[in-house]
């Protein structure tokens, strides 16, 4: 069994989120089985805007990943927090967002891309 536990975005709609049917525990990232009771039967919905709980500002990035770069902790209903990309350094703690484009975090040979998130 090769069954990787590294979160990873699969899907085009970036404000999907999963819900385990057997114990109603919520997470963002795809993954195989729910971390709490290990089913493998989940259901999708979507998120809806999210609370900045804390930003930050990176200023020495990788090569191909844009600087300054806008980093933001953000909690949803169901107790769902994940850690994105801000659209702008305007974004403060307290702020609702939600998802915007999906836009390529890093270049070059390690290419990635991930949700951006914007305030409404
Ligand atoms: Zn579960």
Known sequence: MNESREPTVESDDAGQ??????CSSSW???RGRCLDCGSSSFETYRL???????TT???ATPPGVRTPNHLGLVRFDDG????????SSGVSVGESVGFGE???LREGDATSIGPQLTTE
């Open 17 to 22: 989120a999963f819900r385990c049917t057997n």
């Open 28 to 30: 963002y990232y795809t």
């Open 48 to 54: 809806g805007p999210g609370r900045v709980v804390a």
């Open 57 to 59: 500002t990176v200023h």
């Open 80 to 87: 769902v927090s994940l850690i994105a990309q801000l659209e």
């Open 102 to 104: 999906i836009v390529t």
